[in-house]
């Protein structure tokens, strides 16, 4: 399991007078929220992502200098040129709001431009291994799956759904 500092894929910085589901308060990281599971910490990341494209922030480009400004030393166009180029999305291109898949996309590759791994690394050949599983009855019951992860059990439910589709 690859660790991501403090659960916390996106490095959202801690918001006097904000909580987010699953942070755990009072820690040791003075700017940063640390959150109890990775899975709270994507859901968050996501969150905030959407309400970045419903207030007009709805490009890489736009999101990515509010999210990791020049003026706070962030290496920005980089950070832009990465996102882009491994989600093929262009820098430019518009995000439509509530597009989970895309949000999550970008959540993915942002993590690894933050830390240098991508937290959930080798997971979509795993959750279609497993939707097929929970399909024929060989694996785990859904039950321990959303109990471990209900990112996960999302996924595996839409995946297993998708691969039903004709």
Known sequence: MITIRRNNPGNIRKVTG???QGEIPGTVA???VTFDTLVYGYRAQIKLLNNYVKRGYNTLDSILNRWAPPSDNNPTEKYIEFVSQKTGIG???AIVADDYNTLSNVALNMSLFEHGVQADDGTLTAAIKTAIGILTGAAQSIVEVAK???IKTVLIIGLALYLLSD
């Open 18 to 20: 904000q909580s987010w």
């Open 91 to 93: 820098p430019r291109a």
């Open 30 to 32: 003075p700017n940063f």
């Open 148 to 150: 471990n992860n209900p």
